[in-house]
């Protein structure tokens, strides 16, 4: 249900109707089934389906990294793949737990905005498509430590240097 208020002379106002997330009975698809694991975790506090919408979603996740990789004609290793799979479920899943940050326009200040029902973040539609999004943003996105960081095989790097660090007189 929704936040009321109660009026003195008026019925009850529904402040913010709750919209039902969806739910399917006999789930047939991939998506269907993403969005009812969601929707019995998120409104009924089911454990269970949260783990079960972990391990689908890491499975199409897993899918949706090779896709990427094979249209950018890359062609890394299970652990990489594995890995991008690992980090896209992970940003999808910590969207759930983290509030919404706002600018207010009255004075310029941050505010934190939850919900009235607890969560801030669900999907609505199509679960597939925000996981084939968080793929994405866990191929390209780097931080500020991948960016300073680069690893050059050794060999690459003789024929970058000239193999000067070898013979710079140091014992």
């Known amino acids: ?36 694991y969601q929707a019995r975790w998120l409104e009924d506090g089911d454990e269970g389906a949260r783990a079960s919408l972990w391990e689908l979603a890491l499975a199409v996740a897993t899918r949706c990294c090779r896709s990427v990789f094979w249209k950018r004609r890359l062609r890394p290793g299970r652990e990489v793949v594995e890995d991008c799979a690992m980090e896209a479920v992970l940003y999808l899943m910590g969207r759930y737990s983290s509030p919404v940050t706002y600018t207010r326009a009255q004075d310029g200040r941050q505010v934190r905005f939850r919900d009235v029902y ?32 680069e690893f050059v095989p050794a060999e690459a790097f003789d024929l970058i240097t000239g193999g000067w660090y070898e013979n710079d007189g140091m014992p």
Do not use: I
């Open 1 to 36: 249900m929704g936040s009321r208020v109660r009026g003195a002379d008026q019925p009850e106002l529904e402040l913010f109707p709750r919209a039902r997330l969806p739910r399917f009975d006999n789930p047939s698809t991939d998506n269907e089934r993403l969005l009812t």
């Open 118 to 149: 607890g969560w801030n973040y669900c999907v609505m539609r199509d679960y597939v498509s925000a996981l084939a999004q968080a793929v994405r943003h866990a191929v390209d996105y780097r931080t500020k430590a991948d960016r300073l960081v």
